[in-house]
């Protein structure tokens, strides 16, 4: 009987740190499964579920969704992931969350991207996304090849509503009250890696090191594939 050892990693790091980018990174190099909260939500704002409809004014605000509603939702989608490795993205964002999810799951690593405030800003109003991929590209960083449009489908990109400017910063506000705690719970814990820079073409590397030391019997990682 073939054992496989399962590997559980929560991604953190302040709005536009480069989470789901450096997260699309791993899930290549590594294979995990990637759940992403914010993309979660917005899948049930564009369908307008009875959660998307409850979760619309918090997102618009920039204000973090109840913790009841977003542990139900994130902890029901790990129960279709029982056999797999995954890699958390945008949750836990509160001790109340990081508490669920300890009680229902054995969380080997936390990697926490460390981006200075003013860096970040610039990078979010400068984000464009496809709504219904969720494929996301920066002006500056990663252009669509034709200004505008989605790479894959031709179909024209938009800027999410809680980039703008003074959302922005009240989503910074609820990042340092009520996610920062946060790191100090993992860091307790013993497993918070904290990576620190302004580009992610720098800080991926020293990721994707650290993760080929935590994940040796990967085949993709062992053949150097990043
Ligand atoms: N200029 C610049 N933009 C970046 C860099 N890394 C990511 N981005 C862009 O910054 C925005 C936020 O990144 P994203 O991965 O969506 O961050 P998240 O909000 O933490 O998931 C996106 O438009 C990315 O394409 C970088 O090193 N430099
Ligand atoms: N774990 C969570 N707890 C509460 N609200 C959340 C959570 N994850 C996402 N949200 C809501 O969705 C919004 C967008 O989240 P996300 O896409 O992860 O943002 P970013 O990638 O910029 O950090 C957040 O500003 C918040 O309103």
Sequence with gaps: MVVRVLFRAVIMGPPGSGKGTVSDRIVKSFGLKHLSSGDV??????????????????????????????????????????????????????????????????????????????????????????????????????????PGLDNITGEPLVQRNDDKPETVTKRLKAYETQTKPVLEYYRKKGILETFTGTETNRIWPQVHAFLCSRIPDDPKAAAGKV
């Excluded at 973090?64 to 989608?77: A, E, K, Y």
């Excluded at 009680?103 to 080997?108: G, T």
């Design 41 to 146: 939500l917005r899948a049930n704002m564009k369908s307008q579920s009875e959660i998307g409809l409850l979760v619309k004014s918090y997102i618009d605000q920039g204000q973090l969704v109840p913790d009841d509603v977003i542990s139900r939702l994130i902890l029901g989608d790990l129960k279709h992931l029982e056999n797999c490795s995954w890699l958390l993205d945008g949750f836990p964002r509160t001790v109340t969350q990081a508490e669920s999810l300890h009680q229902a799951y054995h969380i080997d690593t936390v990697i926490n991207l460390d981006v200075p405030f003013e860096t970040i800003k610039e990078r979010l109003t400068s984000r464009w996304v496809h709504p219904a991929s969720g494929r996301v590209y920066n002006t500056n960083f990663n252009p669509p090849k034709i």
